[in-house]
């Protein structure tokens, strides 16, 4: 299960073009948990990469 927490040490600024409809669904997420939209968005990030599924991939080499 997905949990929302708090906290990274160590950072690097990057820009990404998101369709609006996700960021306005992004940001009131953020906000009903009381975690920034950077905090969320690296969750998020990190919980896609942690399951993502490379069998696929794996198949091609």
Do not use: H, W
Request: proline content about 2%; aromatic content about 12%; some cysteine.
């Amino acid at each position: 299960m997905f949990k929302l927490q708090k906290g990274y040490d160590e950072y690097v600024t990057k820009t990404f073009r998101l369709p609006r409809e996700f960021v306005e669904k992004l940001e009131k997420l953020a906000f009903e948990n009381n975690l920034s939209l950077n905090q969320l968005v690296l969750q998020c990030l990190k919980y896609a990469i942690d399951n993502l599924d490379t069998s696929e991939n794996e198949n091609e080499k």
